[in-house]
Nanobody, 123 residues
Framework: VQLQASGGGLVQAGGSLSISCLAS???????MGWFRQAPGKEREFVAG????????NYADSVRGRITISRDNAKNTFYLQMNSLKPEDTAVYYC??????????????????WGQGTLVTVSS
């Protein structure tokens, strides 16, 4: 499985941005997650979605502003980010778990990782 994140960029505070992750390989039966890492900080969980999209989970810091979704037919999953804040500035990484149901929030539960896409929110 290979993951390629894209769609990052510069956006003003309060704005919106959608990033996506294209997967090659059999990810239709994998729970997927988005993590982010700001300069000097640890990588942290942002959002996750089960293989069937029946379960989603969000970090408290983004709940209500960010929506995760997936299109298994396109091997792509998405992160729609609204009401962005400067503290959302980070490199965003997509990740695939090796199981379909549980949406884990820790990096060690994800087997495959994309290369990251930078999101910068200006104040």
């Amino acid at each position: 499985v290979q993951l390629q994140a894209s769609g990052g960029g510069l956006v003003q505070a309060g704005g919106s941005l959608s990033i996506s992750c294209l997967a090659s390989g059999r990810t239709f039966n994998c729970a997927m997650g988005w993590f982010r890492q700001a300069p000097g900080k640890e990588r942290e969980f942002v959002a996750g979605i089960s293989a069937s999209s029946g379960t989603t989970n969000y970090a408290d810091s983004v709940r209500g502003r960010i929506t995760i979704s997936r299109d298994n037919a396109k091997n792509t999953f998405y992160l729609q980010m609204n009401s962005l804040k400067p503290e959302d500035t980070a490199v965003y990484y997509c990740a695939a778990s090796s199981q379909p149901l549980m949406v884990f929030t820790t990096t060690n539960r994800y087997k495959y990782w994309g290369q990251g896409t930078l999101v910068t929110v200006s104040s």
